[in-house]
Every structure is written in structure tokens, then in C-alpha cells.
């Protein structure tokens, strides 16, 4: 199966304590769920605002085309190594619901959507509100889609794609951007 190769991107300092922390524990035998560590990894490695050479990446802020990614990807089934975030029916109709790590999936009219939980300002967590979402440091704010309506955030939240695992859950491939308007059918 081939999978979208996506730019390497490094980092932030918060994302990389983060994940190193939640591998000592786990090393340590304390019980932690290492997956969440990663999928908070993957999504705040994508924060692009908080590296000085951001900028000078040309591809640090783009987005694969939803046309180039693989069959495994775009039509629903899930390559190895997703995060599972539970079964369909899980999930209330538009409201957005935090899973594994720093991604948000909501549920809305065409289908399910992921996307990721921090400010593409700063890093820090957003927060659902009535209308999207807010970020308490800088008071970004987001549309239910994570379009910016307001505050520095410099760019929308990311998407990533989503699947259903052979167990009937649903699944994130945080490795894979995708496209605001791409869903999972219901």
C-alpha cells in the first residue's frame, strides 16, 4: 500500500516535551497510552507558526491535494497504523468531540470530519464554542470547520483523514492531511 509522502516537518518545542515525557512514562511501566502521545505529536508537529523557519519551508503549509492521496485514504478504509476514536454512532450531530491526543471529530449533515485541536498561532488548545472554536490565549477564533473568523491565527485547523477500522470503529491517519470539505460518509 503506498502512502501520501507528506514534508517533514520538525516539531515545536511544546509538541516535542510532550511526546518525550509520555515515552518515559510509558518506559517507566506507568500506564500510558503512547498512541496519544504521537497523535498529539503528529497534530502539533503542523504548527507551523511557532518555528522561525516556517516561512522559509515551501512546503511547511501546504496541503496535499485530496485527488493525489491513495485509494486506502480517500475512499474510507484505513491503512496500518490509525488512531481508532470509537464507532460511528458515538458521536452526536455537530458537536465536536476532543479524542486521542490534540484532535477534535465532529459529525455534521455530509459526514466526519477530524481536525486538530491547537491554534495554528501559538500551539495552545482551542476550546468548542456555539459557533467553532476559541483559542484562550490569543482569542482565535475558528468556524465548526476551523476556517479562522477572527484573532492571529494566521491559518484554519488542519483535516486529517478519516476511516472505518475493520471492527467498526472509526479511525484518524494523522500522517495524512486532507481538505476541509472532505468527509467520511455516515
Not at 465532529?106 to 500551539?123: E, I, K
Amino acid at each position: 500500500m503506498k502512502r501520501v509522502q507528506l514534508p517533514v516537518i520538525q516539531p515545536s518545542r511544546r509538541a516535542f516535551i510532550f511526546g518525550a515525557a509520555a515515552t518515559a512514562l510509558a518506559a517507566c511501566g506507568n500506564a500510558v497510552d503512547v498512541s496519544d502521545a504521537d497523535a498529539a505529536l503528529d497534530a502539533a508537529s503542523n504548527d507551523t507558526t511557532s518555528r522561525p523557519d516556517a516561512a522559509s519551508h515551501p512546503d511547511s503549509t501546504s496541503q496535499p491535494d485530496v485527488a493525489s492521496l491513495p485509494d486506502a485514504v480517500s475512499n474510507g478504509t484505513c491503512p496500518a497504523g490509525v488512531v481508532p476514536i470509537g464507532r460511528p454512532d458515538s458521536f452526536a450531530l455537530t458537536t465536536p468531540r476532543l479524542v486521542v491526543g490534540n484532535l477534535f471529530v465532529v459529525r455534521d449533515a455530509m459526514g466526519f470530519y477530524a481536525l486538530s485541536s491547537l491554534c495554528t498561532h501559538n500551539g495552545c488548545d482551542v476550546s468548542p464554542t456555539a459557533n467553532g472554536f476559541r483559542c484562550p490565549c490569543h482569542s482565535a477564533t475558528f468556524d465548526r470547520n476551523g476556517a479562522v473568523t477572527g484573532g492571529p491565527a494566521p491559518q484554519p485547523l488542519p483535516h486529517y483523514a478519516m476511516c472505518v477500522l475493520a471492527d467498526g470503529q472509526l479511525g484518524v491517519d494523522t500522517l495524512a492531511t486532507v481538505a476541509a470539505d472532505v468527509r467520511l460518509a455516515p
